[in-house]
């Protein structure tokens, strides 16, 4: 939802605080579930995080998130998907060039990075998505990487 | 593997200098340290070659690189690329604008190693503006990278010789890579930091969006001075042509990203012959934007007033005595 979303970038210190806490014991839950279940509970994990990220960011389901380097702005809602943002057209009032109601992604995501501790992420350059991951969950992608932070 | 049987050279090339990554005359006026111009052509709606020379001709000894637009503000015209081939065959000394909106990873990549096939030295990689701009708003935007991401696409491509797959190249393109930014919008007090991402990337030129207001640009180049930016890349300014006060305002209103403060509207509106006082302006912005530290030169653009680029730059006098090379001279 769009307030939500701007929400989220004004918090995005908030955000990122309960980020940080909660998210090393969820992958390691999913990363327990994925090795007793295998596949089977994949699909309702993907549900779950297209919902909760669906309603915090208007998430799309990228596959490869990038919230916590973008100050809790997703890129995805770029009309132009831009991952390393903004582009030269954001109109004099912030907005987006494509959605004149729509505040630019990417003015939002500096604005959200400033406030975050971690904020200088924005900096590093993301390469370009990966397409076939769309649809798929982040969640399970991390919880599935070797090298896991805690084990 | 080189044909002796076939011309293959489309262009001449220059031998390339040392600690220069390109064979193209850009470059090396660049690096030479002179205060470079460049301009851009406007592509032709027509499949005659003799049109897009004619265009070039205009501005012969006044610039040291043209910009062949890629569907600029989202409209059709004559491809890039092919006017660029046309004017390194001409002996010009085009830049290339890769646009990210109409093709896909695999297609930009093959156009890299096309152009640089072609003669093509510089290129200037862009997201592009969006479909909705132009006058095939039904058409589907592809976006599959984005400028920076580009910018490392190319850097892969010509300095560790493979494609972004791994795979080997047998010639790399050398590609002078030159990417934008625009200053003048929000967030202002990032763009800096965007810059330092473009450079980050692979950027070795930047050519700006148009300057029409001072105070915003000499904020933004202190700060690329404080972060040692200016000493990465060069940055080239970009300067526009305002024909009357309602151009100025339509621009600004429909234009994206363009920023025109209303001082410079309201010259127009009061001068008598708006045209001379818009070419004045931009006399005034070169002169102006040339004394500020870390600027490397001036990119004009004077879309349908190209006429005008020659006696523009000339009358600025920030080419000092120097006369850029043409094919015709």
Redesign the interface.
Known sequence: MYRVRLWAVKRSRFLEGIYNSVNPAILLLLRGATKVFGKSLDRLITVMEAQLKGFLFDCKMCGDCTLSKSGMSCPMNC????????????????MC??KPDMR?V??AA??GASRMKNGAA??T?E??VD?RGKGKSTWLKLAREKGLAGE | MSSTKHKTDPAEMLPRLPGHVSQGRFEQVLRAGHFAVTTEIAPPDSADPAEVLKRATMFDGYVDGINATDGSGGHCHMSSLAVCAILTKAGYSPIIQFS??DRN?IAMQGDALGAAALGVANVLCL????V??GDHPEAK?V???????LL?TLRVMRDESRFLSGRKLDTPPLLFMGA???PF???L??RA??L??KI??GAEFIQS?YCFDLDILKRFMARAVDMGLTEKCFILIGVGVLPSARTAKWMRANV??V?IPDAIVKRLQGAAKPQAEGRAICVEMMQKIKEIQGVSGIHVMAYRQEKWVGSIVKKSGILADRKPWAPTQ
């Open positions: 009309p132009k998907t831009i991952r390393n943002g903004p582009c030269g057209g954001v109109r004099n009032n912030g060039e494509v630019c990417w003015v500096w604005d924005i900096e350059i390469f370009a397409h | 990210c909106r990873r997201t592009g503006d969006d909705s701009a935007p976006f599959d990278l984005d400028s920076i991401s490392q934008s930014i625009n919008v929000p967030p007090e990032n930091e965007q330092a991402k980050a990337a969006q994206p990203g920023h």
